[in-house]
């Protein structure tokens, strides 16, 4: 069992929706990541977080450090949203990554 | 600011050949990474530095090994490539325990 796990591996939605992507981990943690990953190639980080939530235009993220889950919610999603969506885990000075969810949204 | 940058972008190999990829960073971060990307499978470290002069292995070194003569420069070489070495290879950069890792733009290495 991999200690980070992503669900869906993929989703496919319609231009407009709510879309949820979650994160379950099963280590200690000090920081959780969440990067985007464009069809290109190139890794950007959107959030690091140890508890709570944080929002930065339409993307929310939020953790629950007591159950190891974190979500990632996209609010009125865009086709330019399209990515692979990564979660990753910092447990000492080294992050732990998981397999991404691969998103399309389509117009 | 380039951020980090990796060279090269695309390199084919043959078995047994050697090389180096480089990765830079102008942000004057300590921390430095090797990563490799495979289908299906999360990002794996390769090796990883804590500072000029220090190097330390991650999950996967095996066929692999680093520098870190310069502060902005880690080198990742191959001395004798392998068809299981084909893959995605990222470079990452941090400036202190607990920020963000800037991620370089990949290199795809084939090898034959």
């Known amino acids: 069992k991999n200690e980070v796990e992503q669900s869906p591996q993929n989703l496919t939605a319609q231009e407009g929706e709510f879309i949820t992507i979650n994160c379950s981990y099963s280590v200690g943690i000090s920081a959780l990541h969440w990067l985007q990953q464009h069809p290109g190639g190139g890794i950007v980080s959107l959030f690091m977080?140890?508890?709570g939530k944080k929002k930065h235009g339409r993307l929310i993220a939020t953790i629950n450090i007591q159950e190891k889950h974190s979500s990632l919610h996209i609010t009125a999603s865009h086709p330019r949203d399209s990515a692979v969506y990564i979660c990753a885990v910092r447990g000492t000075d080294k992050l732990i990554f998981g397999t991404g969810t691969r998103l399309q949204v389509f117009p | 600011n380039a951020g980090v940058t990796q060279t090269p972008k695309f390199r084919v190999l043959k078995t047994g050949q050697s090389m180096t990829l480089l990765c830079a960073q102008d942000?004057?971060?300590?921390?430095m990474y090797w990563y490799r990307q495979d289908p299906g499978m999360g990002l794996r470290l390769i090796h990883y530095s804590v500072g000029e002069g220090t190097t330390a292995k991650g999950e996967v070194p095996d066929g692999y090994n680093v520098s870190r003569l310069k502060k902005q420069n880690f080198l990742l070489g191959l001395e004798s490539a392998a068809p299981s070495q084909t893959s995605v290879y990222f470079c990452?950069?941090?400036?202190?325990?607990?920020?963000?890792?800037?991620f370089g733009p990949g290199t795809r290495l084939l090898v034959l």
């Open positions: 977080l140890s508890s």
């Open positions: 990452a950069s941090r400036r202190l325990a607990g920020e963000t890792q800037y």
């Open positions: 942000m004057n971060h300590e921390y």
